[in-house]
């Protein structure tokens, strides 16, 4: 006679936690797979076979397997055993039911959670489909249960149920096990959602039905048996973030949190609305702001929140398709809301990623309550998120006059803050969001205590860096970033240019006097930022002087050669040029764009299609720049070439000549630093005079002469000088008469 384990069982008492629930569940299993071995003994009477011991499950290794509920041998009838012995399992089985159903009712009523039955309501699972379940976690927990599935199966090397078995177990006649196939539909929540999966499908699809195996993803596993870890496919494209209580130091504005927490609290309030699903589209500069703000709402409601960056899911090696089903289910499984990053990259390609986004926004109505999209892109959903609240959200950087408030607002109170720190000059130079502006402190912290451990006082310099490592590291792939090493020193212009350039710097530093302070800002709707274009002939001093503004400025400088940016495609200079200008509103940088003859010609005639979208593409670089809140500088050989409609919309035009006699003498005499080792004969009036070059080739030659005499005097002279001249002269394409210059006494050796 079989025992009623049921007894064992506290009753009318919540399961304390989601394994003493399974673990009832487990003895219900044991009930069925003993009435299962009892049913075939029936049909096949044993007869153990010792020449095989070890390729066959005798009968007393299974009556061992299954000793935690009693089978005692008897002398009676086979058959006359099998009816008894069924009747108290089944009279087991039917008092182990009840006192689950119970139990678990009781634990609901109380909040203790248990990760079945929430796995069961989410997904709308049937009792039966539970039961299924619970058969493939089984040898999940024992290994006990591949050799009983492996006897039930008479095949030792299936260990895992097929379908056949599952419905042995849990079916009692044929038409309830007609009814129950199409649990095992590919379209059916068991197999649909990523519960179980068929584990020997053949792939021209002829193994029946029956035949299958089943296996239960490994993250249900986890899940049924109460692990919190997210799906370690996620690792490297999500994170769970855990309520923390008040995040006073966010980043985030009150008036901004309080806003959309009273949204979400109303809108779950109202039985009116709360079947309805919310989604937030956050976009605008900066993706770490709008993050802050999704974590301190879901921290406020006191709810976990996943985070998924759409750009890895993109690049994963797994589909996309099944990375954002898993992400969306983890969402599920840890009852979080779910945020996406990145999410703009799939609306942003002209379609590339339709499908995607299909698949995407399916799986978001499907299993996330709330949810928060974030990009930098505006974005309309077009009745793709039917039945669902859509909010749209942007974040502008705040005013000079607001950042300065902020910086003040974080700055004040600390004791670790030197003296001299000139908050106006940071919030105009560095157009900055709340978030950014608080991790720029923070680095400049962490630069502070590194520097001077005993005595961390943040100075400007700390925070110049700080505020530098905020810019966005992408645009380094699209330009190349310049370390400027020239100062006004360095360079030789007539006054009327060097009056332009320090008008450049001046409109940088002032902007915030003028468009904020003095109410300018409400006068533009764009063209807030600083055009220029600089021309002449290669050499002149172009790129030294972008570099003199970087410096002086304190800002990143990032060179674009327009060379490289122009394509054949038609279409794709605007996208070149538009990933340029997205990034670098995140950099507060400078753009330098080289060789603009490139992009930019004379084209009042056109003659052709090309010559028309050309047109179009040097209209959509000039939106760009008067769109950019930052410096734009133009550099050009030709400005002639140049289409004077264009010229005319820059805000600052300045002509670098070519040097005469008297500059040339001048760069000469600046050309070399201090430290070398010049030779008192050098006539630094006869080389401005006899060789006619701009400065950039009059490095050049400074340069190779000194290596010149690094080789072989270790003393720069007017020979080597020479050498340096004809050579660069050679690289030109152009004649050097040194003959004349000897005969005429004014090569020096």
């Known amino acids: 006679m079989a025992l009623d384990n049921s007894k064992t069982m506290s009753e009318g008492l919540p399961y304390a936690d989601s394994w003493e629930h399974i673990?009832?569940?487990?003895?219900?299993?044991?009930?069925?797979?003993?009435?299962?071995?009892?049913?075939?003994?029936?049909?096949?009477?044993?007869?153990?076979?010792?020449?095989?011991k070890g390729l066959v499950i005798s009968e007393e290794e299974i009556a061992g397997l299954l000793s935690d509920i009693a089978a005692e041998s008897s002398e009676e009838n086979p058959l006359n055993t099998y009816i008894l012995e069924s009747r108290s399992l089944i009279e087991s089985l039917k008092k182990i039911e009840s006192k689950i159903k119970e139990r678990r009712a009781v634990s609901r009523k109380e909040g203790v959670y248990l990760t079945l039955p929430h796995l069961s309501r989410f997904f709308n699972l049937t009792p039966f489909e539970e039961k299924c379940l619970v058969v493939c976690l089984a040898p999940e927990v024992n290994r006990k249960y591949e050799k009983l599935y492996s006897y039930l199966q008479d095949d030792l090397t299936r260990r895992r149920p097929c379908v056949d078995l599952m419905?042995?177990?849990?079916?009692?006649?044929?038409?309830?096990?007609?009814?129950?196939?199409?649990?095992?539909?590919?379209?059916?929540?068991?197999?649909?959602?990523?519960?179980?999966?068929?584990?020997?499908?053949?792939?021209?699809?002829?193994?029946?039905?029956?035949?299958?195996?089943?296996?239960?993803?490994?993250?249900?596993?986890?899940?049924?048996?109460?692990?919190?870890?997210?799906?370690?496919?996620?690792?490297?494209?999500?994170?769970?973030?855990?309520?923390?209580?008040?995040?006073?130091?966010?980043?985030?504005?009150?008036?901004?949190?309080?806003?959309?927490?009273?949204?979400?609290?109303?809108?779950?309030?109202?039985?009116?609305?709360?079947?309805?699903?919310l989604v937030f589209y956050f976009h605008g500069p900066h993706d770490s702001e709008k993050r802050a703000l999704a974590e301190v709402v879901c921290s406020d409601l006191g709810?976990?929140?996943?985070?998924?960056?759409?750009?890895?899911?993109?690049?994963?090696?797994?589909?996309?398709?099944?990375?954002?089903?898993?992400?969306?289910?983890?969402?599920?499984?840890?009852?979080?809301?779910?945020?996406?990053?990145?999410?703009?990259?799939?609306?942003?390609?002209?379609?590339?990623?339709?499908?995607?986004?299909?698949?995407?926004?399916?799986?978001?109505?499907?299993?996330?309550?709330?949810?928060?999209l974030i990009g930098r892109s505006p974005w309309?959903?077009?009745?793709?998120?039917?039945?669902?609240?859509?909010?749209?959200?942007?974040?502008?950087?705040?005013?000079?006059?607001?950042?300065?408030?902020?910086?003040?607002?974080?700055?004040?109170?600390?004791?670790?803050?030197?003296?001299?720190?000139?908050?106006?000059?940071?919030?105009?130079?560095?157009?900055?969001?709340?978030?950014?502006?608080?991790d720029a402190l923070?680095?400049?912290?962490?630069?502070?205590?590194?520097?001077?451990?005993?005595?961390?006082?943040?100075?400007?310099?700390?925070?110049?860096?700080?505020?530098?490592?905020?810019?966005?590291?992408?645009?380094?792939?699209?330009?190349?970033?310049?370390?400027?090493?020239?100062?006004?020193?360095?360079?030789?212009?007539?006054?009327?240019?060097?009056?332009?350039?320090?008008?450049?710097?001046?409109?940088?530093?002032?902007?915030?006097?003028v468009y904020g302070e003095w109410g300018f800002d409400r006068k533009l709707s764009y063209g807030k930022g600083l055009n220029a274009l600089f021309s002449g002939p290669s050499g002149t001093g172009k790129t030294m002087a972008a570099e003199i503004i970087s410096n002086d400025l304190c800002l990143d400088l990032y060179k674009i050669d327009l060379s490289q940016v122009v394509s054949k495609y038609i279409g794709e200079t605007e996208k070149n040029l538009e990933k340029i200008f997205a990034e670098a509103q995140t950099t507060n940088a400078i753009l330098f764009f080289d060789e603009a003859d490139a992009l930019f010609g004379k084209r009042s005639e056109v003659k052709d299609a090309h010559d028309r979208y050309a047109n179009i593409e040097i209209g959509y670089l000039l939106q760009k720049m008067e769109e950019y809140d930052g410096t734009t500088i133009l550099a050009t050989n030709l400005r002639q070439n140049m289409d004077e409609a264009f010229v005319r919309r820059m805000q600052v035009i300045v002509e670098f000549p070519f040097p005469d006699e008297e500059y040339r003498r001048r760069i000469w005499e600046v050309v070399f630093p201090g430290e070398a080792p010049l030779d008192r004969n050098i006539d630094f009036g006869i080389l401005a005079r006899e060789v006619k070059l701009p400065g950039g080739n009059i490095k050049n030659i400074a340069i190779n002469a000194a290596f010149y005499a690094a080789e072989d005097g270790r003393l720069i002279r007017m020979a080597h000088l020479m050498r340096a001249v004809r050579q660069e002269y050679r690289k030109l394409g152009r004649i050097w008469n040194e003959a004349e210059w000897s005969t005429k006494g004014k090569l020096v050796s």
């Open 23 to 52: 673990s009832d569940e487990l003895r219900y299993l044991d009930l069925l797979i003993h009435l299962q071995v009892l049913k075939q003994r029936s049909h096949h009477p044993a007869n153990p076979l010792e020449q095989l």
């Open 167 to 277: 419905l042995n177990l849990l079916c009692n006649t044929l038409e309830d096990k007609l009814a129950a196939r199409k649990v095992f539909d590919p379209q059916a929540p068991l197999l649909k959602c990523g519960l179980l999966q068929i584990a020997d499908a053949s792939p021209d699809g002829f193994t029946p039905l029956l035949s299958r195996s089943l296996r239960i993803d490994d993250r249900m596993v986890d899940f049924l048996l109460g692990s919190s870890r997210i799906d370690v496919r996620l690792d490297s494209i999500a994170r769970l973030v855990s309520p923390q209580g008040n995040l006073v130091d966010s980043g985030v504005t009150e008036e901004a949190r309080n806003r959309i927490q009273s949204f979400i609290r109303s809108h779950f309030s109202e039985e009116s609305q709360a079947k309805k699903k």
């Open 303 to 372: 709810v976990p929140l996943l985070i998924g960056d759409v750009e890895k899911m993109l690049s994963g090696r797994s589909s996309f398709e099944d990375i954002i089903w898993s992400l969306c289910r983890e969402a599920v499984l840890q009852q979080a809301s779910l945020c996406l990053e990145n999410f703009d990259l799939l609306v942003t390609h002209d379609g590339k990623y339709q499908h995607h986004l299909e698949s995407l926004l399916e799986m978001v109505k499907s299993f996330s309550r709330l949810t928060f």
């Open 380 to 438: 309309k959903p077009r009745g793709s998120l039917e039945n669902h609240v859509f909010i749209d959200l942007e974040f502008f950087i705040p005013d000079d006059k607001t950042r300065r408030g902020i910086w003040e607002s974080y700055l004040s109170g600390r004791d670790s803050v030197a003296d001299a720190l000139d908050v106006c000059e940071l919030s105009n130079k560095f157009r900055f969001t709340p978030g950014q502006i608080k």
């Open 442 to 513: 923070q680095t400049a912290d962490n630069l502070a205590r590194w520097r001077s451990p005993d005595n961390p006082k943040i100075t400007m310099a700390d925070l110049y860096s700080a505020c530098r490592a905020q810019s966005n590291q992408k645009l380094s792939a699209l330009a190349r970033k310049i370390n400027p090493k020239y100062t006004w020193g360095d360079i030789v212009l007539p006054s009327d240019q060097m009056g332009q350039l320090r008008e450049i710097c001046n409109q940088a530093k002032y902007r915030h006097l």
